[in-house]
């Protein structure tokens, strides 16, 4: 079964700062989201990502899928506290097909300092 | 505006009772929902498929006659959990395959807590 491992698992960053966050697979990429959640609340859909070397934006945040579309990271320019929160990657299987169950990693929870 | 809504919020109750959450599509008609759970701290763990029409399928491990799913129609599905006991106590949320099916949609999540 597909693994996504997160890293870091938290991050606290002064506000200002910018940060990455990575995602890797141990398989291929069939399809990378990443989602953002408030603690206790639901998931905010951000970006899909499925082309290799593929790089979305979105406000302050970028998601890149690395070539080989084994590994993603979220950047995000000029952090605000409205960015804290818990960012989840998600992918759906290497089969694609008609099987759109998503796989998620740990999360990484983004604490930003003002 | 929202594109899922899920009901209640949060749940309180004694163990023992069955609870009903519900999940709404509100700007798309949702042949497919799915249903997940979040322990604190941790990812959301896939529980079951939910098929307008016909029945869910379940995840490895998860029990289907304690978490009954009802998909009767394209914008409502519902989660019951029988017989509840504090061990069920979770954060639920659903999700709502988009149009041509990308991405999931998700709700605000449900909080159960059994006494």
């Known amino acids: 079964s597909q693994e996504l491992e997160q890293s870091p698992q938290s991050l606290i960053v002064q506000e200002g700062k910018n940060l990455t966050i990575n995602c890797t697979s141990s398989k291929t990429l069939y399809g990378l989201y990443w989602y953002k959640q408030k603690y206790g609340e639901g998931l905010i859909f951000l970006m899909m990502?499925?082309?290799?070397?593929e790089e979305k934006s979105h406000e302050k945040i970028t998601a890149k899928l690395d070539e080989k579309k084994q590994q993603s990271s979220l950047h995000i320019t000029a952090s605000q506290p409205s960015h804290a929160g818990i960012y989840l990657c998600g992918a759906l299987p290497n089969s694609g097909g008609s099987n759109y169950k998503l796989t998620f990693g740990k999360g990484t929870l983004l604490t930003v300092n003002p | 505006g929202a594109v899922v809504s899920q009901h209640p919020s949060r749940v309180i109750c004694k163990s023992g009772t069955s609870v009903k959450i519900e999940c709404r599509s509100l700007?798309?008609?949702?042949?497919?929902m799915f249903w997940y759970r979040q322990f604190p701290k941790q990812s959301l763990m896939l529980m079951a498929t939910s098929n307008e029409g016909s029945k869910a399928t379940y995840e490895q491990g998860v029990e289907k006659d304690k978490f009954l799913i009802n998909h009767a129609s394209l914008t409502l599905s519902t989660l019951t959990v029988t017989s509840a006991h504090p061990e069920d106590s979770s954060f639920y949320i659903c999700s709502v395959l988009g149009p041509s099916n990308q991405p999931q949609h998700f709700g605000d999540g449900t909080r159960l807590s059994i006494l």
């Open positions: 700007d798309f008609q949702a042949t497919t």
């Open positions: 990502l499925q082309k290799g070397g």
